[in-house]
């Protein structure tokens, strides 16, 4: 995990997105770079963030219904 925080600023595009952004950047557009590089690692980041959460809700319900299990036995 922390390789990959590290290496946030790899500048990871494509060839095209490549050329255009270095045709921005030498007449002065820096921002466009910027937001094109963040938009690749939030592409890059969204699906496992995504399964982070539903690993975590899963383990959720699952804890709450094996301890309602125990609970249910204790009670019989």
């Not at 095209?16 to 921005?24: F, I, P, S, Y």
């Not at 963030?49 to 125990?70: D, G, H, P, Q, V």
Request: one cysteine or more; hydrophobic letters at 50%.
């Amino acid at each position: 995990m922390m390789i990959l925080v590290g290496n946030v600023a790899a500048s990871a595009q494509c060839a095209m997105c490549k050329a255009t952004l270095e045709n921005n950047i030498s007449n002065g557009h820096i921002g466009i770079a910027a937001g094109i590089n963040f938009g690749i690692l939030y592409l890059f980041v969204a699906p496992y963030l995504f399964i982070i959460i539903l690993a975590y809700f899963w383990y959720r319900t699952s804890r709450k219904n094996a301890e309602r299990s125990i609970d249910s036995n204790w009670a019989g």
